[in-house]
């Protein structure tokens, strides 16, 4: 018997050549992601670039898959998280960026594994969603700023947020990209008519799905109309000496509650039933400075509602908390909120002996307290909750303050330290998805701006320029219906990612089966 001839081996120039196309087509895949990102509202972008990356990881090794799964990472990341070096120089921007791209390593890997399995998409699919899982974890409690599902707060998927979340709606655009890319890479191959039926199939079931939960965005007031006004202050200057001048900054929100007083009694603007003031808008500790209680007690007694004020607290041992204080124009101070997710580097530095290493920048970071506490806040009778600021990109504390009440959602933030970027655009982009995975509206009340009023269909019906002070006054629908993304919570993360991982088994196991 004659031994079956090996498969001739392409000439390595051809294969250097592939290896080329294909490190910059991940790479350009990358950036096309970045590009579906706020500020920008291209949405469709997203499945595009997974449709590109899709046949770049079909059939190679894992090890090739991470290299690609890298460049990818890096075309994504590294444009997306510009402003996290705006005023601290490149190296805590190009260090936050590689670990990112590392997760993105992974799945790449990942999808290189299982892409040779039966309905690849779907077990890619997993993989992709059990990286965003993991990014969202660790280290020090994640940073899923880059979740695939923040590139949708319009488009034809963003329905599938209230059904199962982010994940769900992630999954449903990388489904799409990578069923698309395979039917492109099947045709091209000029394999049977057959065989391109599975990833046709594929790539049409999120878009139906994203048509079949349109009917279940619904922005109607199931508990009334409330009228909110949101205070953007200003600061003196960006930057991270924004609050070098502290009672600037908080003279500035009492100037325009007086003026927004002023403005209703005169009849100019109808008298809101509620104020929200910006994170960091006393960073003078109220309850412990008399002349800044003096300040909060004016404008509150001004405007005749309650006010949420956030300031910071100095506590005992120099640990302060990062506070939402309900501020009553009768009784003073009452309820708070905590802060309970801190930002790393910022708010607190983790090692900061090795860190100082790097930089002595370092030495300018907080030693803030987190808090405890569901998020929620009673607010002149409504039930409010608070994601504050960097809280907001966290699946599980928003769904925390809508499981414990909140009839509307409040992200009071301060943008100052990153400048003109699009930081303030990304972050209203995620609260633009909450609003539709959790059916709530949202207020953004900045200390620059941009301030907004989101409907719980996601639609921005106000916003504010960057570093103007302003007022916005919107009547707003409150709802105590929960979606059934709200009630899922993440039992649609750990099934994606249950997939996932058993396919990226089943690969391996496959793969040395062939290997004996």
Same mark, same amino acid.
């Given at each position: 018997?004659?031994?079956? +001839?090996?498969?001739?081996?392409?000439?390595?120039?051809?294969?250097?050549?592939?290896?080329?196309?294909?490190?910059?087509?991940?790479?350009?895949?990358?950036?096309?992601?970045?590009?579906?990102?706020?500020?920008?509202?291209?949405?469709?972008?997203?499945?595009?670039?997974?449709?590109?990356?899709?046949?770049?990881?079909?059939?190679?090794?894992?090890?090739?898959?991470?290299?690609?799964?890298?460049? /990818?990472?890096?075309?994504?990341?590294?444009?997306? @998280?510009?402003?996290?070096?705006?005023?601290? %120089?490149?190296?805590?921007?190009?260090?936050?960026?590689?670990?990112?791209?590392?997760?993105?390593?992974?799945?790449?890997? %990942?999808?290189?594994?299982?892409?040779?399995?039966?309905?690849?998409?779907? &077990?890619?699919?997993?993989? &992709?969603?059990?990286?965003?899982?993991?990014?969202?974890?660790?280290?020090?409690?994640?940073?899923?700023?880059?979740?695939?599902?923040?590139?949708?707060?319009?488009?034809?998927f963003l329905p599938i947020a209230a059904v199962?979340?982010?994940?769900?709606?992630?999954?449903?655009?990388?489904?799409?990209?990578?069923?698309? !890319?395979?039917?492109?890479?099947?045709?091209?191959?000029?394999?049977?008519?057959?065989?391109?039926?599975?990833?046709?199939?594929?790539?049409?079931?999120?878009?139906?799905?994203?048509?079949?939960?349109?009917?279940?965005?619904?922005?109607?007031?199931?508990?009334?109309?409330?009228?909110?006004?949101?205070?953007?202050?200003?600061?003196?200057?960006?930057?991270?000496?924004?609050?070098?001048?502290?009672?600037?900054?908080?003279?500035?929100?009492?100037?325009?509650?007086?003026? @927004?007083?002023?403005?209703?009694?005169?009849?100019?603007?109808?008298?809101?039933?509620?104020?929200? &003031?910006?994170?960091?808008?006393?960073?003078?500790?109220?309850?412990?400075?008399?002349? +800044?209680?003096?300040?909060?007690?004016?404008?509150?007694?001004?405007? !005749?509602?309650?006010?949420?004020?956030?300031?910071?607290?100095?506590?005992?041992?120099?640990?302060?908390?990062?506070?939402?204080?309900?501020?009553?124009?009768?009784?003073?101070?009452?309820?708070?909120?905590?802060?309970?997710?801190?930002?790393? /580097?910022?708010?607190?530095?983790?090692?900061?002996? /090795?860190?100082?290493? /790097?930089?002595?920048?370092?030495?300018?970071?907080?030693?803030?307290?987190?808090?405890?506490?569901?998020?929620?806040?009673?607010? %002149?009778?409504?039930?409010?909750?608070?994601?504050?600021?960097?809280?907001?990109?966290?699946?599980?504390?928003?769904?925390?303050?809508?499981?414990?009440?909140?009839?509307?959602?409040?992200?009071?933030?301060?943008?100052?330290?990153? !400048?003109?970027?699009?930081?303030?655009?990304?972050?209203?982009?995620?609260?633009?998805?909450?609003?539709?995975?959790?059916?709530? +509206?949202?207020?953004?009340?900045?200390?620059?701006?941009?301030?907004?009023?989101?409907?719980?269909?996601?639609?921005?019906?106000?916003?504010?320029?960057?570093?103007?002070?302003?007022?916005?006054?919107?009547?707003?629908?409150?709802?105590?219906?929960?979606?059934?993304?709200?009630?899922? !919570?993440?039992?649609?993360?750990?099934?994606?990612? +249950?997939?996932?991982?058993?396919?990226?088994?089943?690969?391996?196991?496959?793969?040395?089966?062939e290997g004996r």
């Amino acid at each position: 018997m004659t031994r079956n +001839a090996e498969p001739e081996r392409p000439p390595s120039g051809r294969r250097s050549l592939g290896t080329l196309a294909r490190c910059l087509l991940a790479g350009t895949a990358g950036v096309v992601l970045f590009a579906s990102f706020s500020p920008r509202e291209l949405w469709w972008l997203a499945p595009v670039a997974f449709a590109l990356l899709g046949p770049v990881l079909h059939g190679r090794t894992a090890r090739a898959g991470f290299g690609y799964g890298l460049l /990818f990472g890096l075309g994504f990341y590294l444009p997306l @998280l510009t402003w996290t070096g705006e005023f601290v %120089g490149s190296l805590p921007w190009l260090a936050l960026a590689t670990v990112e791209s590392l997760v993105a390593a992974l799945a790449g890997a %990942g999808i290189a594994a299982v892409s040779r399995l039966r309905a690849a998409p779907i &077990w890619a699919t997993g993989v &992709w969603v059990g990286a965003e899982a993991l990014i969202a974890r660790v280290p020090f409690d994640g940073f899923p700023w880059g979740r695939v599902a923040f590139s949708q707060p319009v488009g034809l998927f963003l329905p599938i947020a209230a059904v199962g979340g982010t994940p769900l709606l992630s999954a449903a655009v990388v489904l799409t990209g990578l069923s698309v !890319g395979e039917l492109g890479r099947r045709a091209v191959a000029g394999e049977y008519r057959r065989r391109l039926t599975v990833p046709a199939l594929l790539a049409a079931v999120p878009v139906l799905a994203g048509l079949a939960a349109a009917p279940l965005v619904d922005s109607a007031a199931q508990a009334g109309r409330v009228s909110v006004a949101l205070v953007q202050g200003d600061v003196p200057r960006a930057g991270l000496d924004f609050n070098a001048q502290r009672r600037a900054v908080l003279d500035n929100h009492v100037a325009r509650t007086e003026e @927004l007083a002023a403005d209703v009694a005169a009849g100019r603007v109808p008298r809101p039933e509620l104020v929200i &003031w910006p994170e960091n808008s006393s960073d003078i500790d109220p309850l412990r400075n008399a002349d +800044a209680a003096q300040g909060i007690d004016r404008a509150a007694r001004a405007i !005749g509602v309650p006010i949420l004020v956030g300031a910071v607290l100095q506590n005992s041992g120099d640990r302060p908390t990062n506070t939402m204080i309900v501020w009553d124009p009768v009784t003073g101070p009452g309820e708070e909120h905590d802060k309970r997710r801190l930002q790393p /580097f910022g708010e607190y530095m983790p090692y900061r002996d /090795f860190f100082r290493l /790097f930089s002595p920048l370092v030495d300018r970071a907080s030693n803030f307290v987190p808090g405890a506490g569901d998020g929620v806040v009673d607010l %002149g009778g409504v039930r409010v909750g608070i994601a504050t600021c960097y809280e907001v990109v966290f699946d599980d504390l928003v769904r925390q303050s809508v499981r414990s009440g909140a009839q509307l959602l409040a992200v009071p933030t301060n943008n100052a330290t990153f !400048g003109y970027t699009d930081m303030t655009y990304q972050q209203q982009a995620m609260s633009r998805v909450r609003a539709v995975e959790h059916g709530r +509206a949202v207020v953004i009340a900045a200390t620059s701006g941009s301030s907004a009023v989101i409907a719980p269909d996601g639609t921005v019906e106000q916003r504010t320029g960057l570093f103007v002070p302003a007022v916005l006054v919107a009547e707003v629908p409150l709802r105590t219906t929960t979606t059934l993304a709200t009630r899922l !919570g993440t039992g649609p993360e750990w099934v994606l990612v +249950a997939l996932g991982v058993t396919a990226v088994f089943a690969a391996a196991v496959a793969r040395r089966r062939e290997g004996r």
